[in-house]
């Protein structure tokens, strides 16, 4: 698997110079990765109009949100990498400043505050993060030597803690989880010694049982318990896991065909066009849809394993590896959790999944991806 | 950012970023791999059985509603139950054409538009397959109409429900209050575990009793697993997992005692309420006028709702709790323990009282309510009997506030009682603090005044100032006032919130002027112990009216009779012994011992010989058993 360059048309790091410069290359795109992501919206509209019960509305407002997240990547992609290092710290801090605002004066519903609400306009600070902290702990690490020491291994985990408590405390554990992973990945790509690795996962073993004692909500074990055992709560969270495995295995290795999937048609499947939409696509297309689409998203991280091999620099190889392992580590989550393996989190399955602002955010995460495959070799500081 | 010199190897670092890419690669594939297992298993190896399953027969997950907690008074009446009743329900995704089913529907029985708004709005619930209610409380007639017609409406089904009932209706509406239906505003402060308790719930307790013990009464949600054919018939249950019932109460509350103040208030606006003296616990709590509490239970009409609302006796309003008034003379009792405490009068001060008083270096009069005064020589049981004025002021004059308030805090004046209702105000007890921060003004001697006689900024409750009577006639004991005497059979422990230290001779001296009160020829509270054999302690009050509800029609007469003064009285019994503590307000009353002391008697006259037959038999029992503790 991995690193096979898909196109020869893109010059690597060592041929940049000699070569005339490509179109694409000029305008920062990364053509292989372009089409697999246009690739996945299609597909991902296609799904959403089947899950949505043939609603046009939904794809409609999908479509803008496609249109707005591809724009969003362009843009991301033209930013120089040293910009992003520069300036890294102050959207971290300022990410953290709206966690805090979010938690004394957020809106939201059904217990959570996760929205800031500014002249009308909702969003979500913990999106922010998702970007903001790979390229906080990148940078940081980018700094200092390698492979880290102990002292800059404390300063990684403690710039990976202070959001995800912050998030935790809206509460949205799912998203705490995954932004700590995206900040942790960085610091393990970085060459974090399997020592401290070995020592952190007892650390976790022992600190499992106080954390589930008093670090989480009542919903949150509830849900891990409802994961453990679906028949606690069959009306909710083991009511949409009851039926998206219904769903799912209804659908065999051939689907029933598109628009013909009897649980996603009959609103047995709540949440179908957002978290559980690959209930639809596997009853409707059977196991060889679910094949086809983890090969796609296999091939869109393999690309970004690629790209983070060339980079030239220690920050953007970190941020690139790390950007591309948390994409994988959504996929994961998101079919292990509507698949039954996982608890129910909430994770939307990226580019699929109906919804906005994570779909924004995903798309500027392959925008840093392009900024640092397109990254002009610079004279070696 | 400046860079630092740490020694870099751009080789080092790309090995060591390499290595590590590739063991997180293996990780992938692993991870992958399991996925792709999953998929395998649900749909290659278990394929049939989730095929048969989502096929023409499929496992539906049905919540099963809890049976609300039933509501019990001391002696073990219903005051609230549950009864059958029949809904029109329909589930959205059977019917093929929703307008179509409304209009024959509406052919068959009687549907208001306003029946169909808010169906379309409890329509957007959010789970499948779960029947929506449109019309309640079907007639027999009615249901026969729409069996007979229900093969032309797939998807439309009569349905039983257990409604809420309240027995004794207007008699208890303010005290145990009413349930009605979910409405979007409960919903949007559902949290997650909310909308899992109250799926298949239609109702949830909105005043009284049933929304402050919402949650003990609501029970825990059921679930079964039935087989469904894909016309929505119920093949067959396969699981059931039965709900537990909410919890029973049993309340401190007497409905015969409550009845009895019903009663004596008659059509009065007022409130009454009664106090056990050894618990804290509630035994009558009325306030009038009432309404029919069954009227919210499964939505109230827009017209029943207007007349409620809109009268100008606020039925809705419940004074015991949310009616503050200035409590007047009552707080003379409260007023003279604290004087006494405070070293400022003895039972040998004497006052002169030519019927006004004035302060020094203050040309205003204060005019006593009876004109020529009380006497050459009044001492404290003949002010507290006569209730003169001028024997307070003088007093209030030499005390400090603060002190005064703070005597007042002792007995729960000026903040919440604590009590286990909903919407409990807190009323007002001012102090030197309060009037800077909420006036921005100094403390004047005039405010003394006007303070130590009940007026001016003080506010109390009905419920306030039962519980300040019933920590005189414990003699310092304040008990937090409760409703719920046992949950499940399970007491609920009396509570004490403090006990304050008085002088034995204080206290009696108190209950000797609250006793002269209603036995001395000259009292101003006679008529509570008329013809009663047992000795009743008490004092009148008056609070003045200062702003009157404003009504819709204009009313001369109405609005005359609003001016007038609101009678209370307070008082306990039997002296000796006191088992009962009762507060009563009857608004535009005039005159407490007049209007309200009457009141008060009947309470007395009803639960004294009973409390006393009680000890009787108790200590009849002790005796049979040889305890022997007389």
Redesign the interface.
């Known amino acids: 698997m991995g690193s096979r360059d898909f196109s020869h048309r893109l010059s690597d790091a060592h041929g940049s110079l000699r070569k005339p410069v490509s179109l694409a290359r000029r305008l920062h795109i990364d053509v292989p990765l372009l089409v697999l992501l246009l690739v996945l919206a299609s597909v991902g509209l296609g799904v959403l109009f089947s899950a949505s019960g043939g609603d046009m509305n939904y794809v409609r407002r999908q479509s803008i949100f496609m249109c707005l997240a591809f724009m969003g990547m362009f843009i991301v992609a033209q930013v120089p990498l040293d910009f992003f290092r520069r300036w890294s710290p102050w959207a971290y801090l300022g990410g953290c400043a709206l966690l805090v605002g979010v938690l004394l004066f957020g809106t939201g519903a059904k217990g959570a505050q996760r929205w800031l609400e500014i002249a009308g306009f909702r969003f979500q600070p913990s999106e922010v993060m998702k970007l903001g902290v790979p390229m906080m702990v990148a940078a940081f690490l980018h700094q200092r030597a390698q492979p880290p020491s102990l002292m800059t291994v404390l300063g990684a985990l403690a710039i990976v803690a202070i959001p995800a408590a912050l998030i935790v405390r809206q509460p949205d554990l799912g998203t705490s989880i995954l932004i700590a992973a995206s900040g942790l990945f960085a610091l393990y790509l970085a060459g974090l010694s399997w020592k401290m690795i070995g020592a952190a996962g007892l650390g976790a073993l022992v600190s499992a049982w106080p954390i589930w004692q008093w670090g989480l909500r009542d919903y949150q074990r509830q849900r891990i318990l409802t994961l453990l055992n679906p028949h606690d709560d069959r009306l909710g969270a083991g009511w949409n896991i009851f039926n998206s495995k219904a769903a799912i295995g209804s659908g065999g290795v051939y689907g029933k065909g598109y628009l013909q999937g009897t649980q996603s048609q009959l609103d047995f499947l709540p949440e179908s066009h957002t978290d559980f939409i690959i209930a639809v696509l596997a009853e409707e297309w059977g196991m060889r849809g679910v094949l086809l689409l983890l090969l796609l998203y296999i091939l869109v991280i393999a690309r970004g394993i690629y790209i983070s091999f060339m980079a030239q620099h220690l920050f953007g190889r970190l941020l690139a590896g790390s950007i591309t392992l948390t994409f994988f580590v959504y996929v994961f989550v998101n079919i292990g959790m509507v698949t039954g393996l996982l608890p129910v989190v909430g994770v939307p399955l990226p580019i699929i999944s109906y919804g906005g602002t994570s779909l924004i955010t995903l798309m500027a995460g392959f925008g840093i991806l392009m900024a640092v495959g397109t990254e002009r070799r610079r004279v070696h500081f | ?1 400046p ?2 010199h ?5 080789h ?3 090995r ?3 290595n ?2 590739l063991v ?2 293996v990780g ?2 692993v ?2 791999g ?3 297992a ?3 298993n ?3 190896v ?2 049939d ?3 048969t ?3 023409e027969n ?2 539906q ?1 049905r ?1 099963v509603a809890p049976t609300r907690g039933l509501v019990y008074d001391r002696n073990g009446l219903l005051l609230a139950d549950n009864r059958a009743s029949y809904n029109l329900s329909i589930v959205r ?1 059977r019917v093929r054409d929703l307008d179509a089913t409304l209009e024959l529907i509406g052919h068959l029985i009687r549907l208001d538009d306003s029946d169909v708004a808010k169906f379309r709005k409890r329509m957007k619930r ?1 789970r ?2 779960e029947p929506v209610p449109l019309r309640f409380r079907l007639s027999e007639e009615e249901i026969a109409r729409i069996s007979v017609n229900q093969f032309r409406m797939p998807g439309v089904s009569v349905q039983a429900e257990l409604v809420r009932h309240y027995a004794l209706g207007d008699l208890f509406a303010h005290s145990v209050g009413y349930v009605g239906r979910i409405s979007d505003r409960d919903l ?1 402060n ?4 909310d ?2 308790l109250y ?1 298949g719930t239609n109702s949830i307790g909105k005043v009284g009793l049933e929304r402050s013990y919402e949650k003990t009464l609501l029970g825990e ?1 059921g ?1 079964e ?1 039935v087989e469904i054919n894909a016309r929505g018939r119920v093949l067959r249950v396969l699981e059931r ?1 039965d709900p537990k019932p909410g919890a029973a109460l049993t309340l401190h509350l007497d409905a015969r005692l409550q009845q009895v103040a019903s009663d004596a208030l008659g059509d009065r606006r007022g409130a009454v309420v009664a106090i056990d003296v050894n618990t804290g616990g509630v035994l009558a709590f009325v306030s009038k006028p009432s309404f029919d509490p069954n009227l919210f239970v499964t939505g109230i009409s827009f017209a029943d709702y207007r007349a409620l609302s809109d009268s100008l006796d606020v039925p809705l309003f419940n004074r015991a709790v949310q009616g503050q008034y200035p409590p007047g003379s009552t707080l003379k009792p409260l007023m003279s323990l604290g004087g006494l405490e405070a070293g400022l009068i003895t039972r040998e001060t004497k006052i002169k009282d030519p019927g006004f008083y004035k302060l020094p270096n203050d040309p205003r009069i204060y005019r006593d309510h009876i004109r020529w005064g009380h006497g050459e020589k009044v001492d404290l049981i003949h002010a507290m009997a006569q209730s003169c004025d001028v024997y307070f002021w003088d007093m209030a004059h030499r005390w400090d506030i603060d002190g005064m308030h703070d005597m007042a805090a002792h007995f729960g004046l000026g903040s919440k009682t604590g009590i286990d209702l909903p919407m409990e105000r807190s009323g007002l007890f001012p102090s030197r603090d309060w009037k800077r921060g909420a006036r921005g003004m100094p403390w004047f001697p005039g405010d003394s005044l006007n303070t130590v006689l009940g007026q001016g900024f003080v506010l109390a409750t009905p419920l306030q100032l039962a519980v300040m009577t019933a920590t005189i006639a414990n003699r310092g004991t304040h008990y937090r006032p409760q409703m719920v005497k046992t949950i499940n059979g399970v007491e609920q422990p009396a509570e004490i919130l403090h006990n304050l230290e008085a002088h034995p001779g204080n206290w009696d001296l108190v209950f000797e002027g609250m006793e002269a009160v209603v036995n001395r020829s000259f009292g101003t509270g006679k008529r509570a112990g008329k013809d009663l054999d047992f000795r009743v302690a008490g004092k009148s009050g008056t609070a003045q009216v200062v702003g009157i509800a404003q009504g819709a029609r204009y009313d001369s007469e109405a609005l005359q009779e609003r001016h007038r003064d609101h009678a209370l009285f307070v008082a306990f019994a039997p002296v000796d012994k006191p088992s009962i503590a009762v507060a009563v307000l009857v608004e535009n009353g005039e005159a407490g011992g007049a209007v309200a002391a009457p009141v008060a008697r009947e309470l007395f006259a009803e639960w004294v010989p009973r409390t006393e037959t009680q000890v009787k038999t108790a200590r009849d029992v002790s005796f049979t058993e040889g305890a022997g503790n007389g």
């Open positions: 950012m860079h630092d740490h020694l870099k190897d751009p080092t670092e790309q060591l970023f390499r590590r890419m997180a690669i992938v594939i991870l992958l399991v996925l792709v999953r998929f395998y649900l749909q290659v278990n394929y059985d989730y095929r399953q989502s096929d499929r496992i997950v919540s995704e959010p499948p397959f949007s559902f949290t997650q575990e909308v899992r799926r949600v679930y697993n997992q």
